[in-house]
């Protein structure tokens, strides 16, 4: 790279001077880069007296290199060049955009015709060059329109032709390609922008903007604002944080149903960025009433840019999500009574209105009805109707069971959790249920699948976990399994199509997101440093063993 420097300066020079004896340029090297060239007349001069016009007009200070050319010789090799070339922002929606990080530099430039710059949270594609010449006597034009450095502002959205003119020499070309990531930007800003360190306090009236990868605007919070939140258990103490949205106003979002609360999940510990989202793909085949809809995303927080995020509908009662009714603090008795609940078995067991179950110790965290209608009827018999189900399972009888919970849900959601090896089950945590009025129990939604998923292993997990221990001794339930398998089975194979669609839509999201948090604290995924297609391909290839491997277990039982 030093030589190529060299030779480019030298070249530089020629061009300047009239062809003549031997002279001097003095040029000082940091780290294989040019950092100032000039001329001199004296054979000793101090770095001082150079002039510098690379890495922003500043002057250095050091040792100088003495180099002795013949201009006779570079006048013939002389041509126009750039010498750095780098964008900057225009408008607050791309504040985050980094000089430093989205630049060319000299050694990019030299033999190259194309200048493509990948951004991944642009929203405004009119953005201001700050560009070096290798002369300041040298035009510059922008689709033929004149530029000064850091002054102009020119519209990125197409390919831009840069020209470099110079008196009666022949012009130099540059086209300049810039895109970003393809993925939605979700830009949010808290008020004064205060910090978001608390799962448990809102950050009130924030403003969010979610850009189209366009530049379009999806959608804007404007006067009605915004709350924003931390979320998790162990992922809220990762370095990447996740976050909980409320809106003030239901809306729709990047082609999703209206409702307020969204979430916007890290995905820190997964190198691939795609387990939660294959997860609820495979979700989505079975009898399980509703799946998180979710949209991969560039997320900026207060002017910073924070990588990939999965932005995907909170677990909640609606029309649109867990479609069973929404109970009012006065359903106390009779069919009003029944439903509907919305719970999540979870061992963190943090829940304000909460139990654990007689027979299996089940610790059942009611998420709805929301504390400010649950009362204590309601909760009463949510817990009285789930003992009476275990205690129907513990005495043997699963005709009884099944009188209280939908068993297609429960072998389908046991079947996603064994076909992605989710170890969760076994605490158990992120497990949810929930019972519609005068119904079952039903297993479902899916959710949080990036701890140990995806890996290879060829063995029945939960096998013991939660109530199923005691299933797997009912020929009855072994019977469904099998059946259940050999209908997702095919279903579940198909979504190999969508790791590989996924893959290609996050490959350049994936890059940026990987030099903001380029090592992951925790290695429970085993592909903590793999590079990202590796890392896809050891999901893809671990989740496609599995199922061959489980094709045999479960048909042998």
Same mark, same amino acid.
Request: net charge neutral; glycine share 4%.
């Given at each position: 790279?030093?030589?190529?420097?060299?030779? !480019?300066? %030298?070249?530089?020079?020629?061009?300047?001077?009239?062809?003549?004896?031997?002279?001097?340029?003095?040029?000082?090297?940091?780290?294989?880069?040019?950092?100032?060239?000039?001329?001199?007349?004296?054979?000793? =001069?101090?770095?001082?007296?150079?002039?510098?016009?690379?890495?922003?007009? +500043?002057?250095?200070?050091?040792?100088?290199?003495?180099?002795?050319?013949?201009?006779?010789?570079?006048?013939?090799?002389?041509?126009?060049?750039?010498?750095?070339?780098?964008? @900057?922002?225009?408008?607050?929606?791309?504040?985050? &955009?980094?000089?430093?990080?989205?630049?060319?530099?000299?050694?990019?430039?030299?033999?190259?015709? !194309?200048?493509?710059?990948?951004?991944?949270?642009?929203?405004?594609?009119?953005?201001?060059?700050?560009? $070096?010449?290798?002369?300041?006597?040298?035009?510059?034009?922008?689709?033929?329109?004149?530029? +000064?450095?850091?002054?102009? =502002?020119?519209?990125?959205?197409?390919?831009?032709?840069?020209?470099?003119?110079?008196?009666?020499?022949?012009? @130099? *070309?540059? =086209?300049?390609?810039?895109?970003?990531?393809?993925?939605?930007?979700?830009?949010?800003?808290?008020?004064?922008?205060?910090?978001?360190?608390?799962?448990?306090?809102?950050?009130?009236?924030?403003? /969010?903007?979610?850009?189209?990868?366009?530049?379009? $605007?999806?959608?804007?919070?404007?006067?009605?604002?915004?709350?924003?939140?931390?979320?998790?258990?162990?992922?809220?103490?990762?370095?990447?944080?996740?976050?909980?949205?409320?809106?003030?106003?239901?809306?729709?979002?990047?082609?999703?149903?209206?409702?307020?609360?969204?979430?916007?999940?890290?995905?820190?510990?997964?190198?691939?960025? /795609?387990?939660?989202? $294959?997860?609820?793909?495979?979700?989505? /085949?079975?009898?399980?009433?509703?799946?998180?809809?979710?949209?991969?995303?560039?997320?900026?927080?207060?002017?910073?840019?924070?990588?990939?995020?999965?932005?995907? #509908?909170?677990?909640?009662?609606?029309?649109?999500?867990?479609?069973?009714?929404?109970?009012?603090? +006065?359903?106390?008795?009779?069919?009003?009574?029944?439903?509907?609940?919305?719970?999540?078995?979870?061992?963190?067991?943090?829940?304000?209105?909460?139990?654990?179950?007689?027979?299996?110790? %089940?610790?059942?965290?009611?998420?709805?009805?929301? *504390?400010?209608?649950?009362?204590?009827?309601?909760?009463?018999?949510?817990?009285?109707?789930?003992?009476?189900?275990?205690?129907?399972?513990?005495?043997?009888?699963?005709?009884?069971?099944?009188?209280?919970?939908?068993?297609?849900?429960?072998?389908?959601?046991?079947?996603?959790?064994?076909?992605?090896?989710?170890?969760?089950?076994?605490?158990?945590?992120?497990?949810?249920?929930?019972?519609?009025?005068?119904?079952?129990?039903?297993?479902?939604?899916?959710?949080?699948?990036?701890? *140990?998923?995806?890996?290879?292993?060829?063995?029945?997990?939960?096998?013991?976990?939660?109530?199923?221990?005691?299933?797997?001794?009912?020929?009855?339930?072994?019977?469904?399994?099998?059946?259940?398998?050999?209908? &997702?089975?095919?279903?579940?194979?198909?979504?190999?199509?969508?790791?590989? #669609?996924?893959?290609?839509?996050?490959?350049?999201?994936?890059?940026?997101?990987?030099?903001?948090?380029?090592?992951?604290?925790?290695?429970?995924?085993?592909?903590?440093?793999?590079?990202?297609?590796?890392?896809?391909?050891?999901?893809?290839?671990?989740?496609?063993? @599995?199922?061959?491997? &489980?094709? $045999?277990?479960?048909?042998?039982?």
């Amino acid at each position: 790279m030093m030589k190529r420097a060299l030779f !480019t300066i %030298m070249a530089v020079i020629a061009m300047l001077l009239p062809v003549g004896a031997q002279d001097s340029i003095f040029v000082q090297m940091k780290d294989g880069s040019v950092l100032a060239y000039g001329l001199a007349d004296n054979d000793t =001069v101090s770095v001082d007296e150079i002039y510098m016009n690379i890495c922003d007009t +500043t002057f250095y200070s050091g040792l100088v290199n003495r180099i002795v050319f013949d201009r006779n010789m570079l006048a013939k090799k002389s041509g126009l060049q750039l010498m750095s070339f780098k964008l @900057r922002h225009t408008d607050e929606g791309n504040e985050a &955009l980094l000089d430093k990080t989205f630049s060319a530099d000299i050694d990019e430039l030299m033999n190259n015709d !194309t200048i493509s710059f990948v951004i991944p949270y642009l929203t405004n594609y009119k953005l201001k060059p700050f560009f $070096v010449a290798s002369s300041q006597n040298i035009k510059v034009y922008a689709n033929d329109e004149l530029i +000064t450095s850091e002054e102009s =502002v020119v519209d990125f959205s197409s390919p831009v032709r840069i020209r470099l003119e110079y008196g009666s020499r022949e012009p @130099r *070309e540059y =086209v300049v390609c810039l895109k970003n990531s393809g993925l939605p930007i979700v830009v949010i800003e808290t008020p004064d922008r205060q910090a978001i360190n608390s799962k448990y306090r809102w950050v009130e009236k924030s403003s /969010m903007h979610i850009y189209n990868a366009d530049g379009t $605007v999806n959608y804007a919070s404007g006067n009605n604002y915004m709350n924003i939140s931390g979320r998790g258990n162990s992922t809220w103490s990762y370095n990447k944080k996740p976050y909980n949205i409320k809106l003030n106003v239901k809306s729709a979002i990047l082609g999703m149903p209206k409702h307020k609360r969204w979430c916007l999940l890290a995905n820190y510990i997964d190198r691939t960025l /795609m387990r939660n989202a $294959v997860a609820f793909e495979l979700a989505r /085949m079975t009898s399980m009433d509703w799946t998180p809809n979710g949209r991969f995303v560039e997320l900026v927080v207060n002017g910073k840019a924070l990588g990939n995020y999965y932005l995907c #509908e909170a677990i909640r009662i609606d029309d649109d999500r867990v479609n069973i009714n929404e109970m009012k603090p +006065t359903d106390i008795s009779g069919e009003a009574i029944t439903g509907g609940y919305l719970m999540e078995l979870d061992s963190y067991y943090d829940a304000e209105w909460k139990f654990k179950t007689t027979y299996f110790r %089940m610790p059942v965290n009611i998420k709805e009805p929301d *504390e400010d209608v649950i009362n204590s009827y309601q909760f009463s018999y949510i817990k009285s109707y789930c003992n009476e189900a275990e205690r129907r399972l513990n005495n043997g009888s699963y005709k009884d069971f099944a009188e209280y919970f939908d068993m297609n849900t429960l072998v389908d959601w046991y079947l996603l959790n064994e076909v992605i090896y989710n170890p969760e089950l076994n605490h158990p945590k992120s497990s949810y249920m929930h019972k519609d009025k005068n119904g079952k129990l039903r297993m479902g939604p899916a959710w949080d699948h990036d701890w *140990e998923t995806f890996t290879p292993h060829s063995s029945l997990k939960n096998r013991n976990a939660m109530w199923f221990g005691k299933l797997f001794t009912m020929p009855e339930f072994i019977q469904l399994l099998k059946e259940r398998w050999n209908k &997702l089975k095919k279903p579940f194979a198909s979504v190999k199509g969508f790791i590989e #669609e996924t893959r290609e839509g996050i490959r350049l999201s994936w890059e940026f997101n990987n030099s903001v948090w380029p090592t992951i604290s925790n290695s429970v995924n085993g592909d903590t440093s793999l590079p990202f297609d590796d890392a896809v391909d050891r999901l893809k290839n671990s989740f496609l063993n @599995r199922l061959n491997a &489980l094709d $045999v277990v479960i048909n042998s039982l």
